[in-house]
């Protein structure tokens, strides 16, 4: 039963972000019909749906400590989908190109978002690429050089071009890391500068920037972070990615027209991510402590089953000492 309960959160949080997307679908009429402003729903959906997914997903590995999935190949799938994705679905690219009008300040904008993130993902695969040379070994091993051996200045010259040709392979794998945090980042500085038809959509898309970046910073370090604060990043990365699913242009005007305060809208983004980050956690300490449950009942069978073991051992050595006085 306690597994049921178990089984049936885990699909409540990784459910129930699906189901406000629906209701928040459902609520505006011709979302997706519209051809004049599909691509920005669709670039903001896929973005925002992308990031607040990717946190939280993130959020489990830190949890479970999982590492059968390393941190780094999932930031490479994913910057390399977001950044194709975002230039595809923001606009017509190809269309564009062969246009005869020029480019727009928001074309190139949104074409450098998905080109930062393929520049991630590309660093994200050399960075795998130089760690896995380097924990093989095959880097070239100046010293094993039977030429080299023999002269001891030649010899300590290789040791110190070594010493310093892993270094720098160690720092560039720790910044290849970190760096869909600096994608994030760049792209909160995008956004920053990025036109925006109304107040409204300026007031999200302003707090949008702020949350995007304080997780960019957090992802960059995070290797160095407790795992308190890296929950705390990735709800951070979770509300806003739900508050860029609601910047969208429709959704933005909308809102305007029901009257609502865009800083009830970043409040209520913030308390959703909360949630749903509370929920993840609490589910994760939930089903730690029915496996410790379990465990200390198999200690306690264990523990009885040798005492017994013990005190028939006892008895019969108690027995076997009368016979022997009696003979």
């Not at 590309?122 to 070239?140: H, P, S, T």
């Not at 500085?189 to 960019?216: E, M, P």
């Not at 709800?235 to 508050?243: E, P, Q, R």
Request: hydrophobic share 45%; charged share 15%.
């Amino acid at each position: 039963m306690k597994y049921i309960k178990y089984s049936f959160r885990v699909c409540c949080v990784w459910v129930i972000f699906l189901l406000f997307v629906y209701i928040v679908s459902s609520q505006i009429p011709y979302l997706f019909i519209s051809k004049s402003t599909l691509p920005n729903v669709m670039s903001h959906f896929l973005l925002g749906g992308l990031i607040f997914y990717y946190s939280l997903f993130v959020e489990t590995v830190v949890l479970w400590d999982i590492k059968m999935l390393p941190l780094q190949l999932c930031d490479t799938v994913v910057s390399l989908l977001s950044g194709v994705g975002l230039i595809a679905t923001q606009h017509n690219f190809f269309q564009k190109n062969v246009s005869s009008n020029g480019w727009s300040d928001k074309d190139i904008q949104h074409t450098t978002l998905g080109a930062v993130l393929i520049l991630v993902g590309i660093c994200n695969v050399l960075g795998i690429l130089f760690e896995w040379l380097y924990k093989n070994n095959c880097a070239i091993r100046y010293l094993n050089d039977d030429n080299v051996n023999h002269n001891l200045n030649n010899k300590k010259k290789y040791e110190y071009n070594n010493h310093r040709m892993k270094y720098y392979v160690q720092m560039f794998i720790s910044f290849a890391q970190g760096s869909l945090g600096l994608g994030l980042v760049s792209i909160g500085i995008v956004i920053f500068f990025h036109k925006q038809a109304n107040t409204y959509a300026v007031w999200l898309h302003l707090c949008f920037c702020v949350l995007i970046s304080l997780t960019g910073i957090l992802r960059f370090i995070m290797n160095q972070l407790s795992v308190e604060t890296k929950i705390l990043a990735c709800t951070v990365g979770m509300s806003s990615g739900t508050l860029l699913l609601l910047s969208a242009k429709p959704i933005v005007q909308h809102l305007l027209q029901i009257g609502i305060h865009p800083i009830l809208i970043i409040i209520y983004c913030v308390l959703f991510a909360s949630f749903i980050s509370f929920l993840n956690v609490y589910t994760f300490y939930q089903k730690k402590k029915v496996e410790e449950t379990y465990i200390n009942k198999y200690r306690h069978v264990v523990n009885e089953r040798g005492s017994d073991d013990t005190r028939i051992t006892s008895d019969y050595s108690s027995d076997s000492d009368s016979r022997e006085c009696e003979m």
